[in-house]
């Protein structure tokens, strides 16, 4: 067998790996429940490393916990092709989201080592940690590090809700490695579920991504004050629980406010302590985000959430601090490797259309280091973050292959 331009993946393979992984972490019937840095985490990292290996691939760990599979190329001293995703979920996640693109890039190498096509440029797969940000927040954290938006110390020092700090797991699990991979890359590809309905209500084989609607988040701590619930006067209360909760409302009016243009906004967090009846509450943490199609209006939602935050701290007499801010998305895509998806779509015959994500996704900040493309395959109705999350081996079919091409073609080159 040799490559060429008939060449396809082996689609049961794929599936027979989406299912093994299918068993690590269950959750909720039918879902994972695998967070980054768990013990989980670390059985699923394992088989990914063994996995690797078996396709003789080079398997190094980076300080971020990164796990970055390589394949040489006839020139290994190119800078590579790289193609990740994440295999973290969310605490009641799907079996696709993430994981499905770290092994579609498993399986690409695995189809050109069935043909003996050695690209000229080396192909790198790679697990991003925490993408998620379901135990560590912000998400995306280890590609922003590896990006330069993130500083690797202040990664390290990231501390969960089960009071864990990130830099500590990385050695709890085994994977705080030395190496440094930040060097050169000429390209980045990500394959991903849509996690939207728009590719499988109008029936569509594949999506081809040409950016990230821009997004805007914030981790704001409302600070308050003890006290009891009967006796104390309403005008003497500093009810953190009651300004985290004014400012989430407020974050939801916002996304109805500019919903009937696709704008969206979501308070997706509230921790207050002590949270406890008869006494009013000292802290609340709480996180949300907007997002829009056209940039501007993204801004105008951005500054809405910003004085919103200050205006129900206002209201409930407590003070407030904004503890982290992140932004993405926007038209930071390639325009050639773009083109180059298209053309394998066309050529491939598929059914498929542009969009745009409404998500993160770790390829937001490759895109800041080096040429980056997505490519979207659907599922059904949408349903994603959620152990309902469902696709079908046929679902990958184009998607696969279009990367599979996509990357050949660039690293041949």
């Known amino acids: 067998m040799s490559f060429s331009p008939q060449s396809r993946v082996d689609l049961d393979r794929f599936w ?11 959750g909720r019937p039918g879902g994972l429940s695998r967070l980054t840095l768990t013990d989980e985490d670390r059985e699923m990292r394992d088989l ?6 078996d396709a003789g691939l080079a398997v190094t760990v980076d300080r971020m916990g990164s796990i970055f599979a390589r394949r040489a190329g006839a020139d290994d001293t190119l800078p590579p092709v790289m193609i990740g995703s994440h295999l973290d979920t969310q605490i009641n996640g799907g079996r696709f989201d993430g994981i499905a693109g770290v092994l579609a890039g498993l399986e690409l190498v695995r189809t050109l080592n069935d043909a ?33 938006k993130y500083d690797l110390d202040w990664a390290h020092d990231l501390i969960s809700d089960d009071g864990a700090r990130f830099g500590d797991e990385l050695r709890r699990i085994g994977y705080a490695g030395e190496a440094d991979l930040t060097g050169p890359t000429d390209a980045y590809f990500e394959l991903h579920i849509e996690q939207g309905p728009i590719l499988d209500a109008e029936k569509r084989q594949v999506g081809v991504v040409t950016g990230g609607y821009p997004s805007y988040g914030m981790r704001v701590m409302f600070q308050g004050q003890t006290a009891h619930t009967g006796p104390t006067p309403m005008d003497l209360r500093h009810n953190a629980l009651i300004a985290g909760a004014r400012w989430l409302t407020a974050v939801d009016d916002i996304g109805w406010e500019f919903a009937v243009h696709d704008g969206k906004a979501t308070g997706s967090r509230l921790a207050a302590w002590p949270n406890k009846p008869g006494i009013l509450s000292e802290t609340a943490q709480c ?44 038209d930071i895509f390639d325009p050639d490797l773009i083109g180059m998806i298209r053309e394998e779509a066309v ?39 959620n152990n309902l999350e469902s696709c079908e081996p046929a679902d990958f079919l184009a998607g696969l292959n279009m990367l599979l091409h996509a990357v050949v073609r660039r690293a041949d080159r």
């Open 16 to 26: 027979t790996t989406i299912e093994v992984s299918g068993r690590i972490g269950p």
């Open 48 to 53: 990914f490393v063994r996995w690797a290996e």
């Open 116 to 148: 003996g096509h050695v690209t000229l440029r080396p192909i790198v797969v790679v697990n991003w940690t925490n993408e998620e940000g379901a135990r560590f927040s912000p998400p995306m954290v280890a590609s922003g590090v590896f990006a330069g």
């Open 287 to 330: 996180v949300a985000d907007v997002r829009h199609p056209d940039p501007i209006t993204a801004r105008v939602m951005a500054e809405k959430m910003r004085r919103a935050a200050h205006a129900a701290a206002a209201m409930a007499g407590c003070a407030m601090d904004i503890e982290d801010e992140w932004d993405w998305g926007g």
């Open 347 to 385: 050529r491939q015959g598929w059914n498929w259309r542009d969009i745009q994500s409404q998500a993160g996704h770790d390829a937001y900040h490759m895109a800041l280091h080096c040429p980056t493309a997505m490519i979207f395959t659907p599922c059904k109705g949408g349903i994603t973050h």
